[in-house]
C-alpha cells in the first residue's frame, strides 16, 4: 500500500486538514487522558494525530506503512520539539506484544485501507485499558456541493476518468465498514459522533491537498500532473479570481472501549 502514496507525504503534511479541536477534546475527555500511559497511532500518516495528542502521554508510538510518511513525520515532530513520538514503519497488521501495552489506539484516515478485523483484534492485545478512537474526514471533494469543488471533480474527470481509482486500480470504501468492524470485536460501548467545521483555503491548498492523495498524486498523473494543475487553477480562478474559497468539513468519529 505504501506505493499508493508515492510522492505524497511533503503535500500529505502541508495541506491535508488536521483534526478540529472540539474533536481532539472530545476524544481526550472521552479517554480521561491525563498525560500518563502511551499512545499507539495506526496508518499514522505524517502525524495529524500524534502530534496534537503527544503531550497527553508519556510515550507515542506512530506507525505507517510508507516509509516517506514516517520520514515526513520524524521532520514534522523535530521542527516542532517534540521528543517522546517514536516513529516506526510497519503495515498496522503487523503489530504484536512486542511494541508493549497502550492506554489508547488511533486510527485516522488509514483504517479503511487495512484488514479491520485483524487489525482490531491485535489493537485489543495491546490496550492495557482505554480503547480504540478512529477518525475521519468522509467525503471530500468526492461529494462537495460548492461550485469550486465541482469544478475540480471536472478536472479529475478529464485528466483521470469517471471512476475514482488509485495506482493499483479502483478506490472501493465501504460505507459502515468501520462500525461493522467493531460490532464484531471484542471492544464495548461503541459510540460515535461528527463535528461540522470549515477552513479558507487558496489555490494553492486546494492542488496540494489533491497531490497528497491516492487518487489524484502527482504519481498517478505521471507526465500530467503538470496540465493537470495548470487546469484545476484555470478553473478555480475562473469562478473566483482571488483564489480563495471555503472549504467544508465533516470529522467522524467512533470511540470503543476495553472493559
Given at each position: 500500500?505504501?506505493?499508493?502514496?508515492?510522492?505524497?507525504?511533503?503535500?500529505?503534511?502541508?495541506?491535508?486538514?488536521?483534526?478540529?479541536?472540539?474533536?481532539?477534546?472530545?476524544?481526550?475527555?472521552?479517554?480521561?487522558?491525563?498525560?500518563?500511559?502511551?499512545?499507539?497511532?495506526?496508518?499514522?500518516?505524517?502525524?495529524?494525530?500524534?502530534?496534537?495528542?503527544?503531550?497527553?502521554?508519556?510515550?507515542?508510538?506512530?506507525?505507517?506503512?510508507?516509509?516517506?510518511?514516517?520520514?515526513?513525520?520524524?521532520?514534522?515532530?523535530?521542527?516542532?520539539?517534540?521528543?517522546?513520538?517514536?516513529?516506526?514503519?510497519?503495515?498496522?497488521?503487523?503489530?504484536?506484544?512486542?511494541?508493549?501495552?497502550?492506554?489508547?489506539?488511533?486510527?485516522?484516515?488509514?483504517?479503511?485501507?487495512?484488514?479491520?478485523?485483524?487489525v482490531l483484534g491485535k489493537a485489543y492485545d495491546l490496550l492495557s485499558s482505554?480503547?480504540?478512537?478512529?477518525?475521519?474526514?468522509?467525503?471530500?471533494?468526492?461529494?462537495?456541493?460548492?461550485?469550486?469543488?465541482?469544478?475540480?471533480?471536472?478536472?479529475?474527470?478529464?485528466?483521470?476518468?469517471?471512476?475514482?481509482?488509485?495506482?493499483?486500480?479502483?478506490?472501493?470504501?465501504?460505507?459502515?465498514?468501520?462500525?461493522?468492524?467493531?460490532?464484531?470485536?471484542?471492544?464495548?460501548?461503541?459510540?460515535?459522533?461528527?463535528?461540522?467545521?470549515?477552513?479558507?483555503?487558496?489555490?494553492?491548498?486546494?492542488?496540494?491537498?489533491?497531490?497528497?492523495?491516492?487518487?489524484?498524486?502527482?504519481?498517478?498523473?505521471?507526465?500530467?500532473?503538470?496540465?493537470?494543475?495548470?487546469?484545476?487553477?484555470?478553473?478555480?480562478?475562473?469562478?473566483?479570481?482571488?483564489?480563495?474559497?471555503?472549504?467544508?468539513?465533516?470529522?467522524?468519529?467512533?470511540?470503543?472501549?476495553?472493559?
Amino acid at each position: 500500500m505504501s506505493d499508493l502514496f508515492a510522492g505524497t507525504a511533503p503535500y500529505y503534511a502541508r495541506y491535508r486538514p488536521g483534526y478540529p479541536d472540539a474533536v481532539l477534546g472530545h476524544l481526550r475527555a472521552a479517554f480521561t487522558l491525563d498525560g500518563s500511559g502511551r499512545l499507539l497511532d495506526l496508518g499514522c500518516g505524517t502525524g495529524e494525530v500524534a502530534r496534537p495528542l503527544h503531550a497527553n502521554f508519556e510515550e507515542v508510538v506512530g506507525l505507517d506503512v510508507s516509509p516517506e510518511m514516517i520520514a515526513e513525520a520524524g521532520r514534522q515532530s523535530a521542527r516542532a520539539g517534540i521528543a517522546n513520538i517514536r516513529w516506526l514503519c510497519l503495515p498496522a497488521e503487523a503489530i504484536s506484544g512486542e511494541l508493549g501495552h497502550f492506554r489508547l489506539v488511533t486510527l485516522g484516515n488509514a483504517f479503511h485501507w487495512m484488514r479491520q478485523d485483524e487489525v482490531l483484534g491485535k489493537a485489543y492485545d495491546l490496550l492495557s485499558s482505554g480503547g480504540v478512537a478512529i477518525l475521519g474526514h468522509p467525503g471530500g471533494i468526492w461529494t462537495g456541493t460548492d461550485a469550486w469543488e465541482r469544478a475540480v471533480r471536472e478536472s479529475l474527470v478529464r485528466w483521470l476518468g469517471p471512476r475514482r481509482r488509485t495506482r493499483t486500480g479502483p478506490f472501493m470504501a465501504e460505507e459502515g465498514a468501520e462500525r461493522r468492524a467493531l460490532s464484531r470485536s471484542r471492544l464495548v460501548d461503541v459510540t460515535a459522533g461528527e463535528h461540522r467545521w470549515s477552513r479558507e483555503v487558496e489555490v494553492d491548498t486546494i492542488v496540494g491537498e489533491l497531490f497528497s492523495t491516492s487518487f489524484a498524486s502527482r504519481a498517478l498523473l505521471g507526465e500530467h500532473a503538470d496540465a493537470f494543475e495548470a487546469d484545476v487553477r484555470r478553473s478555480l480562478l475562473a469562478l473566483d479570481p482571488s483564489g480563495r474559497f471555503v472549504q467544508q468539513l465533516r470529522t467522524e468519529y467512533i470511540f470503543a472501549y476495553k472493559r
